[in-house]
């Protein structure tokens, strides 16, 4: 009887251990909303105070409370993204768009983080996943549009920053986008026109007055050109190429202003001497030099 009963106790106990295991884990543990919230604002306040590291320990624990509190999940994306751990980052973000596919803020961080990741095709997938949401929101065009750019992909590049402007975004590097957009379709006006902008908004930006420069120059509009280098290397007198071609658009202007070029070219030479990587270029200053000064002795022989 003893043996028979102590049988019975231990069918029973197997029985309900195997159910146990077998029972959603939402039965086996409650999900605590409010104490979840707590913990989640305990997280935002040591972020707020730099306490990363006890942030990160209150989100967890919000989502030990309650795994379908998708704030946690944002807040631990960005600390890690901020902190250049890209996979955590991307997981965070992931795991939140799983709880809730139309959240915008998940889908844009999954493409900020592919992005840095250099996936360009899954970064793409993710903000024109979130654009669909909201078509408004002229930023996640912007993001799009670098991701082409990167890509190379020019056509949907221009049709993307087009969009984006129309609903009345831009900046300095969206119209230089559009511009390098236009210049690689070989549409010339309207990359002039988009620099244009792209200086309207941001008056020093380099890139965009060197690109200028490039146009003109291929125009043969030397003048244009000049103005346009000599103005990039105002904006960065590091950067030796936009005083080469400088020098370059001066001379095709007017060859004939000898004692000017050489000294144009001369003062490249003095530029790009402390750049090692200018070696070629200062040989062709000092060709150029030795050339001026040759004809120059001719004219005044004559």
């Given at each position: 009887?003893?043996?028979?009963?102590?049988?019975?106790?231990?069918?029973?106990?197997?029985?309900?251990?195997?159910?146990?295991?077998?029972?959603?884990?939402?039965?086996?543990?409650?999900v605590d909303t409010e104490k979840a919230k707590?913990?989640?604002?305990?997280?935002?306040?040591?972020?707020?105070?730099?306490?990363?590291?006890?942030?990160?320990?209150?989100?967890?624990?919000?989502?030990?409370?309650?795994?379908?509190?998708?704030?946690?999940?944002?807040?631990?994306?960005?600390?890690?993204?901020?902190?250049?751990?890209?996979?955590?980052?991307?997981?965070?973000?992931?795991?939140?768009?799983?709880?809730?596919?139309?959240?915008?803020?998940?889908?844009?961080?999954?493409?900020?983080?592919?992005?840095?990741?250099?996936?360009?095709?899954?970064?793409?997938?993710?903000?024109?996943?979130?654009?669909?949401?909201?078509?408004?929101?002229?930023?996640?065009?912007?993001?799009?549009?670098?991701?082409?750019?990167?890509?190379?992909?020019?056509?949907?590049?221009?049709?993307?920053?087009?969009?984006?402007?129309?609903?009345?975004?831009?900046?300095?590097?969206?119209?230089?986008?559009?511009?390098?957009?236009?210049?690689?379709?070989?549409?010339?006006?309207?990359?002039?026109?988009?620099?244009?902008?792209?200086?309207?908004?941001?008056?020093?930006?380099?890139?965009?007055?060197?690109?200028?420069?490039?146009?003109?120059?291929?125009?043969?509009?030397?003048?244009?050109?000049?103005?346009?280098?000599?103005?990039?290397?105002?904006?960065?007198?590091?950067?030796?190429?936009?005083?080469?071609?400088?020098?370059?658009?001066?001379?095709?202007?007017?060859?004939?202003?000898?004692?000017?070029?050489?000294?144009?070219?001369?003062?490249?030479?003095?530029?790009?001497?402390?750049?090692?990587?200018?070696?070629?270029?200062?040989?062709?200053?000092?060709?150029?030099?030795?050339?001026?000064?040759?004809?120059?002795?001719?004219?005044?022989?004559?």
């Open positions: 009887m003893v043996k028979t009963g102590f049988l019975t106790a231990l069918c029973v106990l197997t029985l309900m251990i195997f159910f146990m295991g077998v029972m959603p884990a939402s039965t086996r543990a409650e707590e913990m989640y604002n305990e997280g935002l306040k040591a972020a707020s105070e730099g306490k990363t590291d006890q942030a990160i320990i209150s989100y967890k624990t919000a989502l030990g409370l309650d795994p379908g509190f998708i704030d946690p999940y944002l807040n631990l994306g960005a600390i890690y993204f901020e902190k250049k751990q890209y996979g955590d980052a991307l997981e965070m973000f992931k795991k939140a768009s799983e709880k809730d596919p139309n959240n915008i803020d998940a889908l844009a961080n999954i493409g900020r983080v592919e992005y840095k990741l250099t996936k360009y095709p899954e970064a793409a997938t993710a903000f024109k996943a979130a654009i669909a949401l909201e078509n408004q929101k002229v930023d996640l065009y912007t993001e799009l549009a670098r991701v082409y750019y990167q890509q190379q992909n020019f056509s949907e590049l221009v049709t993307t920053l087009e969009t984006c402007h129309q609903l009345g975004g831009g900046d300095d590097m969206s119209y230089y986008m559009l511009g390098k957009g236009y210049q690689k379709q070989n549409n010339s006006n309207k990359a002039i026109e988009a620099f244009k902008k792209s200086l309207a908004n941001k008056s020093d930006n380099y890139n965009a007055n060197f690109a200028l420069g490039q146009i003109y120059l291929d125009q043969e509009k030397f003048l244009n050109a000049a103005n346009a280098f000599k103005e990039a290397y105002t904006n960065d007198n590091k950067k030796h190429l936009a005083y080469y071609n400088y020098a370059v658009a001066m001379e095709s202007n007017d060859p004939e202003a000898i004692d000017a070029n050489i000294k144009n070219w001369e003062e490249y030479i003095r530029i790009a001497k402390k750049n090692p990587k200018a070696n070629s270029n200062v040989a062709i200053a000092q060709q150029h030099v030795k050339e001026l000064k040759e004809r120059k002795e001719k004219l005044e022989i004559q």
